[in-house]
């Protein structure tokens, strides 16, 4: 009989769980038996670890072998276990000694040749694990890179089992005689290098090139109304080359969720931009907001995380979907919540939304749909959730004259973006001492005690709420847009006319 211990990693959300793989080979049966709340695809693990162990060159135990993962209450998905149950039944069989195994961490799949396969969410894991004092960790080949995202880690780069065997028992020189390894985890390909999109591209509309500038100085929320071939989907795609790169702790908080997602791209494991995500109408809630009947994923909220969601044709989206993004515009994160655990995702992002202005789509006079039916399609959008918009835009159709004459006012994307870095860094020192970073992130109530607005650059606002055009919350609203305005301006506060340009950008009449 023998006992032995490695260690692996369970996630719920993006959180990390410590957990322990004992095998232990007693009398009975030959045969292995997993306890410890596994799923179906830990369950099939059984064959996929015999038949790895067997081609590895190295004998199967004719014992009965109970593998247990703790602690016990915690459920355990995924095929990230293999190479630790593989690695612990081998060292339960004396077959490598206890000793080298005993602190590392070994997060790799195994496929029946032996070969050791990449994993979803390997970052997340190490993060987690290099925060509770663990230091080496072993991975396949593929996970490499991302793992060593994690600079106080030491990684083990493994082809197959028979290489990790072979160091284990102090031969340096191994030469891998099998298959090896996968050389890389499921993703997107990296970019080609062409050049990206540039907001100089959307010519004819100097107002929505404007309060694309502004949303991305503030962080505010942004709905385009306009027909179709107006620049809506332009405008949106080219937001996100405006916004300022992720810092490092940024950069690895949304990488750590594309990781979970199997959506890194391939060859280049750090997201360093701003991401971009655009659902289609057709997504349902689970696929907005994350969740899942198995294995919880990350939705397109979290996938957004630090950068921008793009709603295209809001109001063809289901009521019920639109409406699950008013909690994570509020917090900043989604729980999702199952009978067996409760996960947490962070989504704190920037929504754009785009709509035409009636169901059939067609600029003026060509519309063919009653008023009534207009104001049905737009009432698909819920006010709670409009009440969430800070700017909003109508675009018209462009003539060939406004084309051209456009073309010699349109900034590029990189010029855009130094205003907008500029804005960013007068807002941060401003909300130094505060825990917000840009303006749309202040409440009301500390923004009107902390940062009070000049009594002349209150006056449109206050004539706007005795008209009853703005309520309590809109006032919050188009002041943290006046302080963005004057942010890009470089001024040390709101103008009579900042807060009149807010005013209107807030509903929805600025030209």
């Not at 957990?19 to 996929?48: Q, S």
């Not at 894991?125 to 072993?138: D, I, K, P, Q």
């Not at 995500?277 to 907001?289: G, K």
């Amino acid at each position: 009989m023998g006992l032995a211990r490695t260690r692996s990693v369970s996630l719920l959300g993006v959180e990390g769980h410590s957990v322990e793989v004992e095998a232990h080979l007693g009398d009975g049966t030959p045969g292995l038996t997993i306890v410890g709340l596994p799923d179906a695809a830990l369950r099939e693990a059984r064959d996929r670890i015999r038949a790895a162990i067997v081609n590895s060159g190295e004998h199967w135990p004719e014992e009965h072998i109970t593998i247990s993962l703790s602690p016990a209450s915690l459920p355990k998905r995924g095929s990230g276990f293999d190479l630790s149950i593989a690695v612990a039944v081998l060292a339960a069989d004396g077959a490598i000694p206890v000793e080298g195994i005993h602190d590392a961490v070994l997060l790799a799949e195994l496929s029946l040749d032996g070969r050791a396969r990449p994993i979803r969410g390997v970052l997340p894991m190490v993060l987690a694990e290099n925060g509770r004092g663990r230091g080496t960790f072993v991975v396949a080949r593929g996970n490499a890179e991302e793992a060593g995202l994690v600079a106080e880690a030491e990684v083990i780069a493994v082809g197959s089992l028979a290489e990790l065997v072979a160091r284990l028992r102090g031969i340096p020189d191994f030469a891998e005689t099998g298959p090896e390894g996968d050389e890389a985890a499921d993703g997107p390909p990296a970019g080609d290098g062409s050049p990206g999109p540039d907001l100089a591209d959307v010519l004819g509309q100097p107002a929505a090139r404007r309060a694309v500038e502004i949303a991305a100085a503030g962080g505010h929320n942004l709905f385009l109304l306009g027909p179709p071939g107006t620049g809506k989907s332009l405008l949106a795609e080219r937001l996100p080359t405006v916004l300022p790169a992720l810092n490092t702790d940024e950069a690895l908080e949304v990488t750590a969720i594309h990781s979970i997602a199997g959506t890194l791209p391939r060859g280049e494991p750090l997201i360093t931009r701003p991401p971009f995500c655009d659902p289609h109408h057709t997504a349902t809630r689970a696929a907005m907001v994350g969740g899942g009947s198995g294995a919880l994923r990350p939705g397109a909220v979290s996938l957004a995380h630090r950068g921008l969601l793009f709603i295209d044709e809001a109001p063809e989206f289901s009521r019920g979907v639109l409406d699950s993004l008013r909690q994570p515009l509020e917090s900043g994160e989604v729980v999702v919540a199952r009978a067996a655990a409760t996960a947490r995702f962070p989504a704190r992002f920037l929504l754009v939304m785009a709509a035409n202005p009636c169901p059939c789509g067609k600029p003026g006079a060509a519309c063919v749909c009653p008023a009534a039916a207009r104001r049905r399609y737009l009432a698909r959008l819920s006010g709670p959730l409009m009440d969430r918009v800070d700017l909003k835009i109508e675009l018209q159709p462009v003539t060939r004259t406004e084309l051209l004459a456009d073309r010699a006012f349109a900034e590029s994307s990189e010029v855009v973006a130094v205003r907008v870095a500029d804005a960013r860094a007068r807002a941060a020192a401003r909300l130094a001492d505060t825990p917000w970073t840009c303006n749309a992130m202040v409440p009301g109530a500390e923004l009107r005690r902390r940062f009070p607005l000049p009594p002349d650059a209150l006056r449109v606002l206050g004539c706007a709420m005795d008209r009853g055009e703005v309520s309590a919350r809109g006032a919050d609203r188009i002041i943290r847009l006046s302080w963005t305005i004057a942010d890009l301006g470089g001024r040390s506060s709101p103008t009579p006319d900042d807060t009149g340009y807010a005013f209107a950008l807030w509903s929805g009449t600025a030209r």
